[in-house]
Protein backbone atom coordinates (compact mmCIF):
# COMPACT_ATOMS: atom_id res chain seq x y z
CA UNK A 1 0.00 0.00 0.00
CA UNK A 2 2.02 3.43 -1.39
CA UNK A 3 -1.35 5.19 -1.75
CA UNK A 4 -0.75 7.21 1.23
CA UNK A 5 -3.47 10.41 -0.13
CA UNK A 6 -6.29 8.12 -0.61
CA UNK A 7 -5.36 6.29 3.06
CA UNK A 8 -6.45 9.50 4.33
CA UNK A 9 -9.06 10.67 2.57
CA UNK A 10 -10.91 7.57 2.13
CA UNK A 11 -11.06 6.75 5.75
CA UNK A 12 -9.19 3.66 5.61
CA UNK A 13 -9.50 1.50 8.63
CA UNK A 14 -5.83 1.26 10.32
CA UNK A 15 -4.70 -1.69 12.00
CA UNK A 16 -1.16 -0.03 14.01
CA UNK A 17 0.64 -3.16 15.03
CA UNK A 18 3.07 -0.93 16.71
CA UNK A 19 3.48 -1.57 20.72
CA UNK A 20 1.46 0.76 23.27
CA UNK A 21 3.88 2.96 24.40
CA UNK A 22 4.10 4.28 20.46
CA UNK A 23 0.70 4.47 19.91
CA UNK A 24 0.20 6.83 22.91
CA UNK A 25 3.07 8.86 21.49
CA UNK A 26 1.47 9.27 18.13
CA UNK A 27 -1.86 8.34 16.10
CA UNK A 28 -3.96 8.53 13.63
CA UNK A 29 -7.68 9.31 13.80
CA UNK A 30 -8.81 5.72 11.78
CA UNK A 31 -6.22 3.69 13.65
CA UNK A 32 -6.67 1.19 16.18
CA UNK A 33 -4.17 -0.60 18.63
CA UNK A 34 -3.52 -4.76 18.39
CA UNK A 35 0.10 -4.71 18.79
CA UNK A 36 2.48 -7.85 18.04
CA UNK A 37 4.50 -6.97 20.81
CA UNK A 38 4.01 -5.21 24.44
CA UNK A 39 5.70 -2.79 25.94
CA UNK A 40 8.33 -5.18 27.81
CA UNK A 41 8.55 -6.92 24.46
CA UNK A 42 9.54 -3.84 22.49
CA UNK A 43 12.20 -3.22 25.08
CA UNK A 44 13.75 -7.05 25.45
CA UNK A 45 13.86 -7.43 21.85
CA UNK A 46 15.33 -3.67 21.01
CA UNK A 47 18.12 -4.49 23.47
CA UNK A 48 19.25 -7.80 21.90
CA UNK A 49 18.81 -6.56 18.12
CA UNK A 50 21.32 -3.82 19.46
CA UNK A 51 23.93 -6.10 21.50
CA UNK A 52 23.15 -8.98 19.38
CA UNK A 53 21.79 -8.49 15.77
CA UNK A 54 18.67 -9.16 13.88
CA UNK A 55 18.88 -12.86 13.88
CA UNK A 56 19.37 -13.17 18.08
CA UNK A 57 16.53 -10.14 17.87
CA UNK A 58 13.80 -12.44 16.20
CA UNK A 59 14.65 -15.58 18.09
CA UNK A 60 13.99 -13.99 21.18
CA UNK A 61 10.63 -12.55 19.39
CA UNK A 62 9.90 -15.98 18.66
CA UNK A 63 9.92 -17.29 22.21
CA UNK A 64 8.48 -14.31 23.72
CA UNK A 65 5.52 -14.57 21.31
CA UNK A 66 4.14 -17.96 20.60
CA UNK A 67 1.59 -20.25 21.67
CA UNK A 68 -1.51 -18.90 23.47
CA UNK A 69 0.03 -14.97 23.14
CA UNK A 70 0.98 -15.89 19.28
CA UNK A 71 -3.20 -17.32 18.67
CA UNK A 72 -4.53 -14.53 20.76
CA UNK A 73 -2.68 -11.60 18.56
CA UNK A 74 -3.89 -13.66 15.39
CA UNK A 75 -7.10 -13.52 16.70
CA UNK A 76 -7.71 -9.65 17.03
CA UNK A 77 -6.45 -9.02 14.12
CA UNK A 78 -8.06 -11.28 12.61
CA UNK A 79 -11.07 -9.96 14.48
CA UNK A 80 -10.02 -5.97 13.13
CA UNK A 81 -9.70 -7.45 9.33
CA UNK A 82 -13.04 -9.09 9.38
CA UNK A 83 -14.80 -6.02 10.38
CA UNK A 84 -13.10 -4.16 8.01
CA UNK A 85 -12.23 -5.68 5.25
CA UNK A 86 -11.08 -2.83 3.27
CA UNK A 87 -8.19 -1.76 5.96
CA UNK A 88 -4.11 -1.67 6.03
CA UNK A 89 -1.83 -2.36 8.84
CA UNK A 90 1.36 -0.90 9.64
CA UNK A 91 4.47 -0.85 12.25
CA UNK A 92 6.74 1.90 12.73
CA UNK A 93 8.88 1.67 9.54
CA UNK A 94 6.48 -1.20 7.20
CA UNK A 95 9.56 -4.17 8.13
CA UNK A 96 9.96 -6.86 10.05
CA UNK A 97 7.04 -6.47 12.42
CA UNK A 98 4.52 -5.66 9.90
CA UNK A 99 5.66 -8.24 7.48
CA UNK A 100 5.57 -10.89 10.11
CA UNK A 101 1.86 -9.85 11.39
CA UNK A 102 1.17 -9.75 7.79
CA UNK A 103 2.51 -13.64 7.36
CA UNK A 104 0.88 -14.82 10.56
CA UNK A 105 -3.07 -13.42 9.71
CA UNK A 106 -2.19 -15.46 6.35
CA UNK A 107 -0.95 -18.28 7.50
CA UNK A 108 -3.53 -18.87 10.52
CA UNK A 109 -6.46 -17.50 8.96
CA UNK A 110 -6.27 -17.53 5.24
CA UNK A 111 -6.68 -13.60 5.54
CA UNK A 112 -4.37 -11.66 2.90
CA UNK A 113 -4.26 -8.08 4.44
CA UNK A 114 -1.75 -5.21 2.98
CA UNK A 115 0.65 -3.26 4.82
CA UNK A 116 1.74 0.24 4.49
CA UNK A 117 5.05 0.32 2.70
CA UNK A 118 7.10 2.83 4.79
CA UNK A 119 4.68 2.16 7.72
CA UNK A 120 4.09 4.61 10.46
CA UNK A 121 7.21 7.24 9.47
CA UNK A 122 6.39 7.02 5.84
CA UNK A 123 2.84 8.17 7.23
CA UNK A 124 3.64 10.39 9.79
CA UNK A 125 6.03 12.62 7.02
CA UNK A 126 3.38 12.57 4.69
CA UNK A 127 1.13 14.50 6.65
CA UNK A 128 3.80 16.99 8.40
CA UNK A 129 4.55 17.70 4.63
CA UNK A 130 0.79 18.47 4.29
CA UNK A 131 1.33 20.76 7.31
CA UNK A 132 3.68 22.88 5.44
CA UNK A 133 2.26 23.30 2.23
CA UNK A 134 -1.24 23.45 2.68
CA UNK A 135 -1.81 26.41 4.67
CA UNK A 136 -0.57 28.50 1.43
CA UNK A 137 -2.91 26.83 -0.68
CA UNK A 138 -6.01 27.17 1.72
CA UNK A 139 -7.90 31.40 2.75
CA UNK A 140 -8.38 31.14 6.38
CA UNK A 141 -11.06 33.49 8.28
CA UNK A 142 -10.84 34.08 11.73
CA UNK A 143 -13.60 34.15 14.58
CA UNK A 144 -13.43 36.34 16.93
CA UNK A 145 -15.21 37.29 20.15
CA UNK A 146 -15.63 38.07 23.73
CA UNK A 147 -14.87 34.88 25.77
CA UNK A 148 -18.24 32.63 26.22
CA UNK A 149 -19.79 33.94 22.26
CA UNK A 150 -20.31 31.10 21.84
CA UNK A 151 -18.29 31.09 19.11
CA UNK A 152 -17.39 27.11 18.81
CA UNK A 153 -21.21 26.15 18.88
CA UNK A 154 -21.77 28.58 16.18
CA UNK A 155 -19.53 27.17 13.93
CA UNK A 156 -20.96 23.61 14.11
CA UNK A 157 -23.28 24.96 11.76
CA UNK A 158 -20.74 26.14 9.23
CA UNK A 159 -19.47 23.33 7.02
CA UNK A 160 -16.47 24.90 6.03
CA UNK A 161 -14.30 25.22 8.90
CA UNK A 162 -11.98 22.71 10.91
CA UNK A 163 -13.13 23.00 14.78
CA UNK A 164 -9.37 23.00 16.83
CA UNK A 165 -10.86 22.96 20.34
CA UNK A 166 -11.94 19.63 19.05
CA UNK A 167 -9.07 18.28 17.74
CA UNK A 168 -6.82 19.25 20.94
CA UNK A 169 -9.81 18.39 23.46
CA UNK A 170 -9.84 21.52 25.12
CA UNK A 171 -11.83 24.71 24.92
CA UNK A 172 -8.50 27.04 24.94
CA UNK A 173 -8.58 28.59 28.30
CA UNK A 174 -7.71 28.03 31.66
CA UNK A 175 -11.13 26.45 32.30
CA UNK A 176 -10.51 24.76 28.88
CA UNK A 177 -9.69 21.16 30.86
CA UNK A 178 -11.95 18.46 29.36
CA UNK A 179 -12.82 15.17 31.78
CA UNK A 180 -10.81 13.38 29.08
CA UNK A 181 -7.04 13.96 28.07
CA UNK A 182 -5.74 16.00 25.74
CA UNK A 183 -4.52 13.84 22.55
CA UNK A 184 -0.61 14.03 22.45
CA UNK A 185 1.52 16.33 19.86
CA UNK A 186 1.82 14.27 17.24
CA UNK A 187 -1.61 12.85 17.34
CA UNK A 188 -3.35 16.64 17.23
CA UNK A 189 -0.79 17.36 14.36
CA UNK A 190 -1.99 14.33 12.47
CA UNK A 191 -5.41 15.18 13.06
CA UNK A 192 -5.34 18.52 11.83
CA UNK A 193 -3.18 17.50 9.02
CA UNK A 194 -5.80 14.78 8.02
CA UNK A 195 -8.63 17.90 8.52
CA UNK A 196 -7.19 19.89 5.81
CA UNK A 197 -6.35 17.59 3.34
CA UNK A 198 -10.06 16.40 3.73
CA UNK A 199 -11.12 19.97 3.37
CA UNK A 200 -8.80 20.71 0.62
CA UNK A 201 -9.64 17.88 -1.71
CA UNK A 202 -13.53 18.73 -1.22
CA UNK A 203 -12.75 21.91 -2.85
CA UNK A 204 -12.94 23.65 0.50
CA UNK A 205 -10.45 26.31 0.04
CA UNK A 206 -12.27 28.59 2.47
CA UNK A 207 -12.38 27.93 5.80
CA UNK A 208 -13.31 29.48 8.72
CA UNK A 209 -11.36 29.17 12.38
CA UNK A 210 -11.93 30.13 15.84
CA UNK A 211 -9.71 32.66 16.95
CA UNK A 212 -7.31 31.13 18.95
CA UNK A 213 -3.59 31.18 20.73
CA UNK A 214 -0.48 29.62 19.75
CA UNK A 215 -1.20 26.97 22.49
CA UNK A 216 -4.26 24.88 23.17
CA UNK A 217 -3.85 23.34 26.61
CA UNK A 218 -0.89 21.55 26.20
CA UNK A 219 -0.78 20.78 22.42
CA UNK A 220 0.08 23.91 20.09
CA UNK A 221 -0.41 24.71 16.72
CA UNK A 222 2.33 24.18 13.95
CA UNK A 223 4.40 27.36 13.36
CA UNK A 224 3.70 27.32 9.50
CA UNK A 225 -0.11 26.71 9.92
CA UNK A 226 -0.20 29.48 12.92
CA UNK A 227 1.56 31.71 10.98
CA UNK A 228 -1.59 31.57 8.25
CA UNK A 229 -3.82 31.97 10.80
CA UNK A 230 -2.05 35.07 12.36
CA UNK A 231 -2.46 37.28 9.41
CA UNK A 232 -5.91 35.87 8.30
CA UNK A 233 -8.96 38.69 7.99
CA UNK A 234 -10.86 38.53 11.42
CA UNK A 235 -14.77 38.39 11.94
CA UNK A 236 -15.50 39.36 15.42
CA UNK A 237 -18.71 38.11 16.90
CA UNK A 238 -20.33 40.71 19.51
CA UNK A 239 -23.21 38.75 22.05
CA UNK A 240 -24.49 40.42 24.84
CA UNK A 241 -22.89 40.10 28.37
CA UNK A 242 -25.51 38.04 29.72
CA UNK A 243 -26.30 35.97 27.24
CA UNK A 244 -21.86 35.36 27.12
CA UNK A 245 -22.58 34.62 30.86
CA UNK A 246 -25.69 32.02 30.11
CA UNK A 247 -23.21 30.27 27.18
CA UNK A 248 -20.37 29.92 29.80
CA UNK A 249 -22.41 28.58 32.62
CA UNK A 250 -24.24 26.04 30.52
CA UNK A 251 -20.71 24.44 29.52
CA UNK A 252 -18.17 25.36 32.24
CA UNK A 253 -21.06 24.36 34.92
CA UNK A 254 -23.83 22.37 33.67
CA UNK A 255 -22.19 20.14 30.53
CA UNK A 256 -19.32 19.83 32.50
CA UNK A 257 -20.99 18.69 35.77
CA UNK A 258 -22.48 15.68 33.50
CA UNK A 259 -18.69 14.80 31.59
CA UNK A 260 -17.25 14.40 34.63
CA UNK A 261 -19.69 12.52 36.00
CA UNK A 262 -20.15 9.88 33.10
CA UNK A 263 -16.00 9.73 32.71
CA UNK A 264 -17.02 8.33 36.86
CA UNK A 265 -19.01 5.82 35.52
CA UNK A 266 -21.94 8.05 36.49
CA UNK A 267 -20.69 8.08 40.18
CA UNK A 268 -22.42 11.30 40.70
CA UNK A 269 -20.15 11.72 44.04
CA UNK A 270 -16.50 10.77 42.51
CA UNK A 271 -17.71 13.24 39.32
CA UNK A 272 -18.83 15.69 41.79
CA UNK A 273 -15.19 16.12 43.25
CA UNK A 274 -13.44 15.70 39.89
CA UNK A 275 -15.12 18.46 39.18
CA UNK A 276 -15.02 20.71 42.21
CA UNK A 277 -10.95 20.04 41.71
CA UNK A 278 -11.10 21.25 37.88
CA UNK A 279 -13.05 24.06 38.60
CA UNK A 280 -10.56 24.88 41.84
CA UNK A 281 -7.74 24.08 39.89
CA UNK A 282 -8.55 26.21 36.91
CA UNK A 283 -9.33 29.24 38.97
CA UNK A 284 -5.64 28.86 40.58
CA UNK A 285 -3.93 28.65 36.87
CA UNK A 286 -5.25 32.28 36.67
CA UNK A 287 -4.50 33.78 40.27
CA UNK A 288 -1.29 35.90 39.53
CA UNK A 289 -3.06 37.54 36.77
CA UNK A 290 -6.29 38.55 38.82
CA UNK A 291 -4.15 39.80 42.05
CA UNK A 292 -4.42 38.53 45.36
CA UNK A 293 -7.80 40.45 46.22
CA UNK A 294 -9.63 39.54 42.85
CA UNK A 295 -8.41 36.24 43.10
CA UNK A 296 -9.82 35.30 46.45
CA UNK A 297 -13.57 36.94 45.59
CA UNK A 298 -13.74 34.48 42.63
CA UNK A 299 -12.57 31.85 45.13
CA UNK A 300 -15.34 32.40 47.68
CA UNK A 301 -17.82 32.82 45.03
CA UNK A 302 -16.61 29.46 43.54
CA UNK A 303 -16.55 27.71 46.76
CA UNK A 304 -20.29 29.04 47.71
CA UNK A 305 -21.19 27.64 45.01
CA UNK A 306 -20.25 23.91 45.10
CA UNK A 307 -21.35 23.65 48.41
CA UNK A 308 -24.63 24.54 47.24
CA UNK A 309 -24.43 22.27 44.57
CA UNK A 310 -23.42 19.21 47.11
CA UNK A 311 -26.26 20.40 49.35
CA UNK A 312 -28.84 20.28 46.63
CA UNK A 313 -27.34 19.43 43.48
CA UNK A 314 -28.17 22.88 42.78
CA UNK A 315 -26.11 24.78 40.18
CA UNK A 316 -27.44 28.65 40.13
CA UNK A 317 -24.94 30.17 42.51
CA UNK A 318 -22.33 29.16 40.01
CA UNK A 319 -23.55 32.48 37.87
CA UNK A 320 -21.68 34.26 40.34
CA UNK A 321 -17.99 33.32 39.61
CA UNK A 322 -18.69 32.97 35.74
CA UNK A 323 -20.30 36.33 35.24
CA UNK A 324 -17.26 37.94 37.66
CA UNK A 325 -14.32 35.82 35.67
CA UNK A 326 -15.80 36.97 32.44
CA UNK A 327 -16.53 40.26 32.78
CA UNK A 328 -13.71 41.41 35.17
CA UNK A 329 -10.72 39.06 34.43
CA UNK A 330 -11.18 38.07 30.19
CA UNK A 331 -12.68 41.08 29.02
CA UNK A 332 -10.00 43.51 29.81
CA UNK A 333 -7.72 41.20 28.25
CA UNK A 334 -9.64 40.23 25.52
CA UNK A 335 -10.13 43.90 24.77
CA UNK A 336 -6.26 44.28 25.01
CA UNK A 337 -5.60 41.21 22.24
CA UNK A 338 -8.29 42.61 20.03
CA UNK A 339 -7.00 46.08 19.78
CA UNK A 340 -3.40 44.78 18.46
CA UNK A 341 -5.79 43.31 15.47
CA UNK A 342 -7.46 46.12 14.44
CA UNK A 343 -5.82 45.74 10.60
CA UNK A 344 -7.05 42.48 10.19
CA UNK A 345 -10.90 43.04 10.89
CA UNK A 346 -13.20 42.81 8.46
CA UNK A 347 -16.78 42.39 9.79
CA UNK A 348 -18.61 42.94 13.20
CA UNK A 349 -21.80 42.04 14.17
CA UNK A 350 -24.15 39.77 15.83
CA UNK A 351 -24.15 36.00 15.68
CA UNK A 352 -26.81 36.06 12.31
CA UNK A 353 -25.24 39.20 11.02
CA UNK A 354 -21.73 37.03 10.74
CA UNK A 355 -23.24 34.26 9.38
CA UNK A 356 -24.77 36.45 6.68
CA UNK A 357 -21.99 37.62 6.01
CA UNK A 358 -20.31 33.91 6.09
CA UNK A 359 -22.99 33.32 3.13
CA UNK A 360 -22.06 36.72 1.14
CA UNK A 361 -18.19 35.08 1.32
CA UNK A 362 -19.59 32.05 -0.74
CA UNK A 363 -18.72 30.24 2.89
CA UNK A 364 -21.47 27.08 3.89
Not at 197 to 214: A, I, N, Y
Not at 267 to 285: H, Q, R
Request: with cysteine.
Amino acid sequence: MDDLLNLFLQDVPLLDVRAPVEFFEGAFPCSTNLPLMDDDDRVEIGTRYKQQGQDAAIELGLQRVSGEIKAARVAAWQGFAEQNPNGVLYCFRGGLRSRTSQQWLYEQTGIRYPRVHGGYKAMRGFLREQLESLPSLIRPLILSGRTGSGKTRFLRDVQQQIDLEACANHRGSAFGTQPTPQPPQIGFENDLAIQLLRKFHQGQTTLVFEDESRTIGSVHLPDTFFAALSSAPLILMQVPNEERVEISYQEYVVENTAAFIAVNGGDVEAGFAAFSAYLLGSLAKVQRRLGGVRYQQAREMMERALQQQARDQSTTAHYDWVRFILLDYYDPMYDYQISKKQDRLVFTGSPAEVREYLRAQGIS
